[in-house]
């Protein structure tokens, strides 16, 4: 073999293995297990949910998709078994994003500082608020409508922070119901056993088109909140981070965001607001 091929060949083969010794964390363990672990809610549509044929669906595991497509091509793997996780309550969602349980959670946390002190987060993805669900049969149509009654909440979340300052701040006589799933607030509110059912609007509008009767609910016009969510990752690992942001990024300069959004939201006659439509924009990254 003439020795300028043989050198070339060397410095090929030892730049193939300096570029795997380069990943780190969970492209690293994804490079070299084939696996890559999304963590999601099996009952929070439209973001995270079971469909009709027991598959995870929705808007936030269609943008993990995009974020799994991104981590194949990064790690070089021409194969990629995407493995889902159930995962409920919101501690549980985080310790297995700081435990390595997943490499990615896909569902509607909101970005909180205390929740950066043990997790990371993507760009962010979504951004609604808290807001109350009722019946027609007794409706609540504004926030302030929720003196004297009696709402659940799911515990832990940060829609139930927000409510409890809420009712401290306006100095209300609410009756905070605990519970544990969206299911079983809507078992609540249509069992008559509450008044109201309290989560983020974009929750609430999942819930609504979930049910066989859509025409029975009611959602308070107004919101109690800012609930801006974003994907969460294993806390200090800049270059999964990297790649899950650059595929965000590129998601969003495009026209494939707004017809993700209409297939979750606009066909259920929530229209894209300015707020939302501004978070895509600004968040469209260039290289």
Same mark, same amino acid.
Request: hydrophobic share 45%; proline share 4%; charged share 25%.
């Given at each position: ?7 070339? @060949? ?6 193939? =293995?300096?570029? +795997?010794?380069? @990943?780190? &964390?969970?492209?690293?363990?994804? +490079? #070299? ?5 999304? &963590?999601?809610?099996? %009952? ?6 079971? #469909? ?22 990064? /790690? ?22 700081? #435990?390595?349980?997943? #490499?990615?959670?896909?569902?509607? /946390?909101?970005? /909180?500082?205390?929740?950066?002190? !043990?997790?990371?987060? $993507? ?16 409706? =609540?149509? +504004? ?6 009654? $009696? ?12 409510? !409890? ?23 609540? @509110? ?5 008044? &109201?059912?309290?989560?983020?609007? +974009? ?5 609504? *088109? ?9 959602? $308070?016009?107004?919101? *109690?909140? *800012? ?8 806390? &200090?690992?800049? %270059? ?7 595929? @965000? ?13 209409? %297939? ?24």
């Amino acid at each position: 073999m003439p020795r300028l091929l043989t050198i070339c @060949l060397i410095t090929i083969g030892l730049s193939s =293995i300096a570029d +795997a010794q380069e @990943l780190t &964390g969970t492209l690293k363990r994804v +490079a #070299d297990t084939g696996e890559f672990r999304i &963590g999601y809610v099996p %009952d929070a549509p439209p973001m995270s949910f079971l #469909d009709t044929n027991g598959k995870p669906a929705g808007y936030s595991i269609a943008l993990c998709r995009f974020v799994a497509n991104a981590v194949k091509a990064a /790690t070089g793997r021409e194969e990629l078994e995407i493995i889902y996780v159930p995962l409920i309550a919101p501690e549980e969602r985080l310790a297995a994003v700081e #435990d390595g349980t997943v #490499d990615i959670e896909c569902a509607s /946390t909101t970005v /909180t500082l205390s929740r950066r002190e !043990r997790v990371d987060f $993507t760009l962010m993805t979504f951004i609604t608020g808290g807001a109350v669900l009722s019946t027609n049969e007794k409706p =609540i149509n +504004a926030v302030v409508e929720t003196a004297g009654k $009696t709402v659940a909440v799911i515990k832990g979340t940060t829609t139930h922070a927000a409510l !409890r300052e809420f009712i401290s701040s306006n100095e209300f006589k609410i009756t905070l119901r605990m519970i544990a799933t969206h299911d079983e607030g809507m078992e609540l @509110l249509d069992a008559g056993k509450v008044d &109201g059912y309290a989560s983020d609007r +974009a929750m609430l509008v999942g819930q609504v *088109f979930r049910s066989a009767d859509r025409s029975k609910y009611a959602i $308070t016009r107004d919101v *109690f909140s *800012f609930e801006p969510y974003a994907l969460m990752l294993h806390r &200090g690992d800049t %270059d999964f981070r990297l790649v899950a942001d650059r595929a @965000l990024a590129n998601l969003y300069g495009n026209a494939r965001i707004r017809r993700l959004y209409h %297939d979750w939201f606009g066909r259920y006659g929530e229209p894209m607001t300015p707020i939302l439509e501004a978070m895509f924009e600004f968040q469209a990254v260039g290289e």
